[in-house]
């Protein structure tokens, strides 16, 4: 009996100590903290699931919400505090294009933030680098690879893809094709096809419906949940097998680390074999004799995450885009004869080659490319940044050691910078999107100029409305009524 009354007296004790502890987080937060003067919602202050209530709950849904703050609190809104000051997550929001470039420019040296990017478990990767110097080195180790010049010695590659999905299409003869997957696909055989010298072949995949991109989308969800709900950390030390059988979309991603596993062990146990080849890799780069000599090499983890990183960054932005860019120019006439007859002034004869040069200097053709670029946003979450010590932005001082941010979309869909932001625009003239890259840019001048000269398309059963996305660090697209067209050769 004594025992059981002690017990329950420590009960009381702990219940009361939690009650006290809320109450000092509350008040502290709401009138002592750094950040109290921000403007903003009291309850995103105290805690982050205000944020989490949107990304969970609501399904991706947190940046729209931002977006609507700042249209009742100005150009900076209040979200949960920074790190050091407490033990939950979440930057303080801006929305213009100056505050963009003063949180994500490199001379800043705002560091990306842990809490934030160690949830997706790819920490020895260039994205998942917290620390500013490992992520500068390896940076420059990749840069080559991905230089204009590199594109321009490998653009075969890149127009073998497009051809086969060319071809591909018109194998349906007539019939509805799925061009969201097909795109999917095309992006994620061009980016393996150049990185690792071996595609993934998702454009041969019946209707595109390809493993892998089926587990990218549907892992995706989860991973930006995990910052609310921190047991899903789990899912990254359970087996393959166990993944797979609670979520069997999954199992194309244990079929991927499989896949890249045996390709870095065959590579680390035989260097020399790099030398046979193709074309250059990024395992060239990666572990390169140089390295080797001063003892630097990634391990073989690292050289994995790396590979799914580009995987899934060379897949998601620009596929996004092209299905954005194609199906605006599929729902107006005036743009779609425009855009055609560019191309036919410059490339009269459809059968003879048409290179990502000669693509680029189109003025239509490339104000399509900018406009899809813009309106599907890139990365539309807003990628944290903590201040290394106290800075101005957007005219106003930050304390150190504050989480920062700006959602892409806010920036792109600024009115001062484009007029009529939510119309596709591409004679808006040399205005450029954030984050271009040239393997991107080489992939999109390709594919809508031999798409646009060589077939003869409209929408089937899709319009702008079902263009409609989720906000789960990349874009996650209802798959109701996706991008789906008919096609058949073009006349002339």
């Given amino acids: 009996m004594a025992d059981a009354v002690k017990q329950l007296s ?68 209040d979200a949960p505090p920074e790190h050091e000051l407490s033990s939950i997550s979440g930057p303080l929001h801006f929305n213009t294009p100056g505050a963009f470039f003063s949180i994500y420019a490199p001379h800043t040296g705002f560091t990306k933030d842990p809490y934030f990017y160690k949830r997706f478990g790819n920490d020895d990767s260039v994205f998942g680098m917290t620390d500013v110097q490992e992520h500068k080195q390896r940076r420059e180790i990749l840069n080559p690879l991905f230089s204009r010049r590199s594109i321009l010695r490998m653009e ?105 596993g045996e390709q870095v062990d065959g590579i680390l146990n035989n260097p020399d074999g790099l030398n046979s080849v193709e074309h250059e890799t990024i395992y060239h780069h990666l572990i390169s004799p140089e390295l080797v000599k001063k003892g630097e090499p990634p391990s073989k983890k690292a050289l994995v995450e790396e590979a799914i990183v580009l995987l899934i960054a060379g897949t998601d932005t620009s596929s996004n885009a092209m299905t954005i860019g194609l199906c605006h120019l599929l729902s107006n006439e005036p743009m779609k004869k425009k855009l055609l007859a560019e191309l036919q002034a410059a490339w009269p004869e459809k059968d003879t080659p048409f290179s990502y040069e000669m693509a680029e200097k189109l003025p239509y053709l490339t104000g399509v490319i900018k406009e899809a670029l813009r309106l599907s946003y890139g990365v539309p979450v807003a990628l944290p940044r903590i201040v290394t010590s106290p800075t101005v932005i957007d005219g106003t001082l930050v304390p150190a050691g504050t ?90």
């Avoid at 009960?11 to 903290?33: A, Q, T």
């Avoid at 919602?41 to 399904?59: M, S």
């Fill in 156 to 260: 075969h590659l890149v127009q073998e893809k497009v051809d086969l999905l060319v071809d591909q299409i018109r194998a349906y003869h007539g019939e509805p094709v799925n061009l969201f997957r097909g795109f999917h696909a095309l992006a994620m055989d061009i980016v393996t096809a150049y990185s690792y010298a071996h595609s993934l072949d998702g454009l041969t995949a019946p209707g595109f419906d390809h493993p892998i991109i089926r587990a990218v989308k549907g892992a995706v969800p989860m991973l930006t949940a995990t910052q609310f709900l921190p047991f899903l950390h789990l899912m990254h030390r359970l087996p393959a097998w166990l993944n797979t059988m609670m979520n069997p979309d999954l199992g194309g991603a244990a079929h991927l680390r499989t896949f890249l």
């Fill in 10 to 77: 420590y009960l009381k004790l702990l219940s009361i100590l939690v009650v006290l502890r809320v109450i000092y987080v509350v008040v502290y937060r709401l009138y002592f903290h750094p950040l109290k003067s921000f403007p903003g919602p009291r309850l995103a202050a105290i805690t982050d699931f205000y944020q989490g209530y949107f990304v969970v709950w609501k399904n991706g849904m947190f940046v729209r919400q931002v977006e609507k703050l700042h249209e009742i609190y100005g150009t900076h809104s």
């Fill in 403 to 492: 989480v920062v941010g700006v959602a892409q979309p806010l920036v792109l869909k600024n009115s001062d910078v484009f007029p009529d932001p939510l119309v596709f625009k591409p004679e808006r003239g040399p205005r450029s999107c954030l984050g271009m890259k040239c393997l991107a840019w080489c992939e999109m001048y390709l594919t809508f100029a031999h798409l646009m000269r060589k077939l003869d398309m409209e929408l089937y059963e899709t319009s702008i409305e079902d263009m409609t996305f989720r906000d789960h660090m990349v874009l996650v697209y209802k798959d109701v009524r996706p991008l789906q067209v008919i096609a058949k050769e073009q006349a002339m």
